[in-house]
T-cell receptor, first 112, second 119 residues
Framework: AQKVTQAQTEISVVEKEDVTLDCVYE???????LFWYKQPPSGELVFLIR??????QNEISGRYSWNFQKSTSSFNFTITASQVVDSAVYFC?????????FGAGTTVTVRA | GAVVSQHPSWVICKSGTSVKIECRSL??????MFWYRQFPKQSLMLMAT?????????EQGVEKDKFLINHASLTLSTLTVTSAHPEDSSFYIC???????????????FGDGTRLSIL
């Protein structure tokens, strides 16, 4: 069985603040993949990143960065210098064959 | 690249109506497509895995006769909500994975979703 926990239900920040979204996962498999998706108010899901279980290097893409720590089964996501357009629901997801298991999502609200 | 088109984006219909939702991969082939359901302020729950040329695989608790899935080609899967009732109102979203080697864990590309409202 696999499980993804996003303990933060909602986060509200003021523009330009940094925000970190936590994701903790459970799986018995040694090979697995972790994802982050963004769901803006319009509803579509936007793929942000995929990381396999053998690659623990942190990644930075513009204002987005991800910290993968296998020792704590965490794959956290940080938005630096947040903007109003970052307001959305962010989902962390886990796949160990081909099915995705999503976390409950974290709603991020960035106030101007 | 990797665009998934889902149609219609919004449906309002009377109770008892059957509603068909289409999911198309526009620029790639997809042996496998996935159908999810999302209630307001909740996560996405996988309903079924749609396999081209064979029967869909349904998740536990999902009624096969209520949610009919057909995957007739490598670029099209359809979900038909039969005899829909108000409790079927939800956001339905499909995804498709590029047709590479099995279990390659290519990222799933999502359609924009269909908001279904049954009156």
């Amino acid at each position: 069985a696999q499980k993804v926990t996003q303990a933060q239900t909602e986060i509200s920040v003021v523009e330009k603040e940094d925000v970190t979204l936590d994701c903790v996962y459970e799986t018995r498999d040694t090979t697995y993949y972790l994802f982050w998706y963004k769901q803006p108010p319009s509803g579509e899901l936007v793929f942000l990143i995929r990381r396999n279980s053998f690659d623990e290097q942190n990644e930075i893409s513009g204002r987005y960065s991800w910290n993968f720590q296998k020792s704590t089964s965490s794959f956290n996501f940080t938005i630096t210098a947040s903007q109003v357009v970052d307001s959305a629901v962010y989902f962390c997801a886990l796949s160990n064959d081909y099915k995705l298991s999503f976390g409950a999502g974290t709603t991020v609200t960035v106030r101007a | 690249g990797a665009v998934v088109s889902q149609h219609p984006s919004w449906v309002i219909c009377k109770s008892g109506t059957s509603v068909k939702i289409e999911c198309r991969s526009l620029d790639f082939q997809a042996t496998t497509m996935f159908w999810y359901r999302q209630f307001p302020k909740q996560s996405l729950m996988l309903m079924a895995t749609s396999n081209e040329g064979s029967k869909a695989t349904y998740e536990q608790g999902v009624e096969k006769d209520k949610f009919l899935i057909n995957h007739a080609s490598l670029t099209l899967s359809t979900l038909t909500v039969t005899s829909a009732h108000p409790e079927d109102s939800s956001f339905y979203i499909c995804s498709a994975r590029e047709n590479r080697r099995m279990y390659s864990n290519q990222p799933q590309h999502f359609g924009d979703g269909t908001r279904l409202s049954i009156l």
